[in-house]
């Protein structure tokens, strides 16, 4: 596995800032083992351990051969705002933010994200997948050829216990649910570290390089590859 690092120059957007949840509280709203709780993507206290994991701070993600991670930077700020996760030729994003205590936030998002894509001359379809409710989405892009296409992309989402987490499936990933599936599999051990102190909801989580990427790794860590630019990504607030 791999590290690279894009850039991008949008923000988020922030609104009101949500109150602190004492720590027992939180752990009570992520007991449920019928759910996501049970099948991940999972919170920070419903793992044992953080060994194994690449650490990006808010974000644990665990390895996997041939897996690359892009860690994309946004210009303005020079903060990481997103990872993708590059595996078989299709691609996820992942961008993590804080969430309301009491309700989620994907219903909301799902349809914001459909009105950016209308907007931009695109289409969307709602389709249940293995995450429940997904977006597919299709923009408008030039092909190889100079004829006008699609760019297709899949939103799946996950509320959490304050915090939500959206992935972009990219490539073939997007449209071909068996290409998906090492993808889907590596999103499911996704662990967010939402944090106790209280935040906007809709504020992204901040993400960070590993703690030794810069160090000289040995032999089968992961290493540090040169700055590139990353995907385009589809503002939610």
């Known amino acids: 596995m791999v590290f690279g690092l894009g850039r991008k120059a949008k923000k988020e957007q922030a609104a009101e800032p949500d109150a602190p949840v004492p720590a027992e509280e939180a752990a009570e709203e992520s007991t449920d083992t019928t759910g996501r709780s049970a099948t991940g993507p999972f919170d920070v206290s419903e793992i044992t351990s953080r060994d ?21 930077v946004e210009e303005a700020t020079q903060r990481v705002v997103a990872v993708t996760m590059d595996l078989n030729g299709s691609s996820l994003q992942l961008q993590a933010f804080a969430a309301p205590k ?30 429940g409710t ?24 996950i509320d959490g216990p304050r915090w939500f987490l959206r992935g972009v499936l990219g490539g073939a990933a997007a449209t071909d ?20 102190s209280p935040m ?12 030794d990427a810069t160090a000289t790794p040995p032999p089968g860590a992961p290493a540090l590859q040169e700055p590139e630019r990353g995907p385009e990504i589809t503002q939610i607030g």
């Open 52 to 72: 194994g994991y690449v650490d990006l701070g808010a974000l644990l993600i665990a390895p996997s051969e041939g897996l690359q991670l892009r860690l994309e």
């Open 102 to 131: 009491s309700e989620g936030l994907w219903d909301e998002i799902r349809e914001q994200i459909g009105q950016s894509v209308g907007s931009q001359g695109g289409q969307v379809e709602e389709v249940q997948g293995q995450f």
């Open 134 to 157: 997904e977006l597919v989405a299709k923009l408008p892009a030039g092909a190889p050829d100079g004829s006008q296409g699609y760019r297709v992309a899949r939103f799946v989402g």
């Open 177 to 196: 649910r068996d290409a998906a599936v090492p993808l889907e599999a590596l999103f499911r051990k996704v662990v967010v570290i939402r944090g106790d």
């Open 200 to 211: 906007p909801p809709r504020d992204l989580l901040q993400l960070r390089l590993p703690k």
